[in-house]
């Protein structure tokens, strides 16, 4: 194994933030063996990284979602989610999920979702007979359908990365995203007659269609930016342009909940988490260079090629990977890592590129959800109150349907590539 390499994997056990570990081995590495002069390209390639049209997207859709958080669109979406299915027993958690699958269409960020529709789902549930250790866990678990809906920003690092149609992934990301709703709403159903939850108090006519016509504009929001980019009028980039617009107009002069002043608030808060984004990007396309140099990924295929060359054993071998890779390293890094190491094996068993992208979007997002160290299991500990332990023991239920869901799309390709085929984009 190359020393960067060791550096690296060090530096990440010894809890060195990521983007400073993928940048700390190559530049020691090449210090230490005399390769000083080099140091200057490692900078190049940091910059040429991050110095890319497409990925102007990833703070864009950063901006649109905190635009659409403060401007009310979180609470509109759980009351026109609440019309549909708040009359099942059970009916807040179900509400819970389904906003879950609306709001991906807005945020495409776990955590995000988490922190919004959980500081005001919980203490609703909560009030309406709910445990908060349930109400925290159904929030945890449903909260990782954000980045499997497009628009999703860690699909966005993974074309970039890997060279496949953005597009292409979005098409790919409904139908598993789907599924994975309609399999916890299926488990809560289950959940809620074991337990005797209770029902939602039954919304009036009018109720129902104020709540329909507040929700409209934004449920609109992923039409919008989906049917740009799935036709082809819009690119991503220029998608995510017209979402912070839609976003501006909707809170500024269509429902009023914030004011030119609030703007710079907003700014203030996605400017930090781009940046760290897009530094991590930038790390880790020079790590990505190294690695290429090194033939690391030539390598490590010829490796994983020697332990089995059943594409089915070697995806399920991958997916248990992954599954551990998730505990502990966050879904946008993990892909930038691991991608071009299970390339060229995935290429010589003939797997196709866009199916497996989506298996490993989902197997890293989930793994923001599972212990030790799932952002969305501190981001809903920092909501609840409750340990991060506490919540993990209560999800256990819903992880075997995250589990499940990976496997069907492990072993059904079609349940990924059916949408762009249909609409005939390149997979």
């Known amino acids: 194994m190359p020393i960067f390499l060791i550096l690296v994997i060090g530096a ?8 400073f570990a993928l940048a700390f081995g190559p530049f020691l590495d090449f210090i230490v063996a005399g390769k000083g002069a080099l140091v200057g390209t490692l900078i190049q ?26 401007g009310g669109i979180t609470e509109r979406i759980v009351r026109f989610s609440q019309v549909f299915v708040g009359r099942f027993r059970g009916g807040l958690a179900h509400v819970n999920i389904l906003a879950s699958i609306l709001f991906a269409g807005l945020s495409g960020s776990a955590v995000a979702d988490t922190s919004s529709l959980g500081s005001i789902l919980i203490p609703a549930m909560e009030r309406d007979g709910y445990t908060r250790k349930f109400s925290t866990a159904v929030t945890a678990a449903s909260s990782i359908i954000g ?12 074309s970039y990365i890997m060279e496949v149609s953005v597009g292409a992934l979005f098409a790919a990301g409904i139908l598993p995203g789907i599924l994975m709703g309609t399999g916890l709403m299926t488990m809560t159903a289950l959940l809620a ?31 919008i930016i989906l049917g740009g980019i799935l036709s082809g009028v819009v690119s991503p980039t220029e998608a995510a342009i017209v979402a912070v617009a839609y976003a501006t107009i909707l809170s500024l002069f269509v429902f009023k909940n914030t004011s030119l002043a609030d703007l710079w608030d907003i700014f203030k808060r996605s400017g930090p988490q781009a940046a760290v984004i897009l530094l991590v990007i930038g ?31 070697f995806l399920l071998l991958v997916n248990l990977f992954l599954f551990l890779v998730g505990m502990f390293l966050d879904a946008g890094p993990a892909i930038l890592i691991l991608g071009p190491i299970f390339a060229p094996a995935l290429a ?30 501190f981001a809903a500990s920092t909501v609840s109150g409750l340990p991060v332990g506490t919540i993990a023991k209560n999800m256990v239920p819903y992880y075997l349907v995250h589990f499940t869901v990976i496997m069907l799309l492990t072993f059904i390709p079609e349940i990924s590539l059916f949408l762009p085929r249909a609409l005939g984009l390149p997979v």
Not at 193 to 215: C, I, N, R, W, Y
């Open 193 to 223: 007659k074991k337990h005797d939850f209770p029902k939602v108090e039954h919304m009036t006519l009018k109720q129902s269609g104020k709540a329909l016509k507040d929700g409209f504009f934004p449920i609109l929001t992923p039409f």
């Open 147 to 158: 980045p499997i809906i497009p628009p999703s920003i860690i699909m966005i690092v993974y």
């Open 348 to 377: 010589a068993l003939g797997v196709n590129p866009t199916h497996f992208a989506i298996v490993m979007c989902v197997n890293l997002t989930v793994g923001l959800a599972t212990p030790p160290f799932g952002l969305v299991l």
């Open 12 to 19: 990440g056990f010894l809890g060195v933030p990521i983007v």
């Open 283 to 313: 790390s880790a396309a020079m790590f990505g260079w190294v690695l290429t140099l090194s033939r690391v990924p030539h390598k490590s295929a010829e490796l994983l090629l020697n332990v089995t060359r059943n594409k089915h054993v």
């Open 45 to 70: 390639r940091t910059l040429a990284g991050i110095g890319k049209f497409e990925l102007l997207a990833v703070p864009l859709f950063i901006l649109a979602g905190e635009i659409m958080n403060r």
